[in-house]
């Protein structure tokens, strides 16, 4: 199962990988050029989790609606997440996504 939540995918995934360590907060990205945030609005019903470079998000209770100022919110299911960001080619580099 896949959501989309502008330039934020996340990913349905059947547990959290061995060696995580819990990330404060429960802002998934911030905007570099607007401030903006994808966030969720009840930080006590989500854990983040860092596992080197990839994030994980864990819905605690039977849902979790992630809200940002440019997108409807959704709502999430309890569940385990595998978080990505979107990337952009150019001939520089390939890069996230700047919002």
Do not use: N
Not at 44 to 61: A, R, S, T
């Amino acid at each position: 199962m896949l959501y989309r939540h502008g330039d934020v995918l996340l990913h349905l995934v059947e547990h959290l990988p061995a060696r995580v360590f819990p990330r404060t907060g429960a802002t998934l990205a911030r905007g570099e050029a607007t401030g903006h945030s994808h966030r969720f609005d009840t930080p006590q019903d989500v854990h983040l989790w860092q596992h080197g470079p990839d994030l994980y998000v864990e819905v605690l209770h039977d849902h979790a609606r992630l809200v940002h100022e440019e997108h409807h919110a959704i709502t999430l299911p309890r569940g385990v997440y595998r978080v990505w960001m979107q990337r952009e080619y150019s001939p520089e580099a390939i890069r996230r996504v700047v919002d």
